[in-house]
């Protein structure tokens, strides 16, 4: 599927994830953003620049986009994953929600 109904933040983060290129990350979250995943809070967007580089560097993660819906307030992006990680490849869930300045403020990453 293509990216194309995804705001460019969102393909940012995706684009960052499958090249496991961080270095803009400060540019598609916002500063004050959070991210739910694994069991796991990070808390701005320094923490979730780490947090990108060690999944990145463990699970060696590829993300797929199968579909997209928009809900008021969230954008809900349902994925297959692939990596060096247990049941790869899995299908998750992101739910984004973006600020006024179409950054990431919140992603919550789910099964």
Not at 17 to 40: K, L, M, P
Not at 51 to 56: K, L, N, Q, R
Request: hydrophobic share 40%; glycine share 8%; aromatic share 8%.
């Amino acid at each position: 599927m293509s990216t194309a109904e995804l705001a460019p933040a969102i393909v940012a983060y995706i684009t960052a994830t499958n090249t496991r290129d961080i270095s803009s990350v400060s540019d598609w979250f916002a500063e004050d953003a959070n991210v739910f995943d694994e069991g796991e809070h990070q808390a701005g967007s320094a923490a979730i620049a780490r947090w990108m580089e060690d999944t990145g560097r463990r699970y060696q993660p590829r993300v797929e986009v199968l579909n997209v819906q928009h809900r008021t307030g969230k954008v809900l992006v349902s994925n297959v994953v692939s990596g060096n990680f247990p049941g790869s490849p899995l299908e998750l869930r992101y739910t984004f929600r973006l600020n006024g300045q179409g950054k990431i403020s919140r992603l919550d990453i789910s099964v």
